[in-house]
């Protein structure tokens, strides 16, 4: 992987020991989800499984045991993506086509009720994939919803960066917040970038006047698993992106901490 960073989205399983019970090698959900939404009149979902229908094929995902001691299950999500590039060759407008076979790894959690999809290259087709297998293991595609945080967790992500007495070792180093009342007026989104940036008046400023958090990206304190911080940026929509060059081990550490200080931790 070199340097790439690593991008997972968390789900919640509301019915995590069904799940566990009945995970099994499965194929060909995206046909099947459509229908199902087209057959309970839920034309936006139905129309977004066709569309993502239309591009992928040969969908499959199949489980093993753990290999790292933070996961219950591992799985293993396959499928053949169809791609169309445009390039422009002089006056003329042309395009290469062709398909890609992708591979990503599917970790259910052992201490929280999370699934985690990686590498999935667009947000709406990793909402797609878990409603898909969510349908295929469990009947019902709503079973695997993705995580949402609030200001609650925000705050709880601050003070595990600050740590007892301010040493925790972390820095806060940019935030992205929407819906922003400042200054007398109204802005669809804001941006703040400065280590440490939680020592910022500007910073609790903005977070007390904004409708929610939309980014936020930090350095952990040190993860002893690790031997060093982790630079990541959470979503509030359940996005956890891992820069620089991370082993499975680091970001599977990485869980556990996150599972901890946002208290998904439930067994």
């Excluded at 309970?40 to 569309?51: G, N, P, W």
């Excluded at 985690?116 to 990793?126: E, Q, T």
Aim: glycine share 8%.
């Amino acid at each position: 992987m070199g340097n790439m960073p690593r991008a997972l989205q968390l789900f919640r399983i509301r019915e995590y020991e069904e799940f566990l019970e009945r995970a099994r090698e499965s194929k060909d959900f995206l046909k099947d989800l459509y229908e199902y939404y087209s057959s309970t009149k839920s034309q936006a979902r139905a129309r977004a499984a066709r569309a993502w229908s239309a591009r992928i094929s040969e969908e499959r995902i199949s489980f093993t045991s753990p290999s790292h001691p933070g996961n219950a299950l591992e799985g293993s999500l396959e499928y053949s993506l169809a791609y169309k590039i445009p390039f422009a060759r002089g006056e003329e407008r042309a395009y290469v086509e062709g398909r890609v076979r992708c591979l990503h790894l599917c970790w259910v959690r052992r201490r929280s009720d999370i699934l985690a999809l990686f590498d999935i290259p667009y947000r709406g087709l990793a909402r797609t994939l878990a409603e898909g297998i969510s349908l295929a293991i469990l009947g019902r595609p709503d079973a695997l919803l993705p995580l949402r945080l609030g200001l609650d967790d925000l705050e709880a992500l601050e003070a595990w960066i600050r740590g007892n007495r301010g040493g925790g070792g972390g820095a806060l180093i940019r935030s992205v917040f929407a819906g922003v009342t400042f200054g007398g007026a109204r802005f669809d989104e804001m941006s703040l970038r400065r280590a440490p940036l939680e020592d910022l008046e500007l910073y609790e400023e903005l977070k007390k006047n904004s409708r929610r958090w939309k980014y936020l990206t930090l350095v952990t304190p040190p993860i002893e698993e690790v031997g060093a911080r982790l630079t990541c940026r959470l979503s509030d929509g359940g996005g956890v992106i891992v820069y620089g060059r991370v082993e499975l081990s680091a970001i599977d550490a990485l869980l556990a901490r996150l599972e901890e200080v946002l208290g998904l931790r439930v067994r």
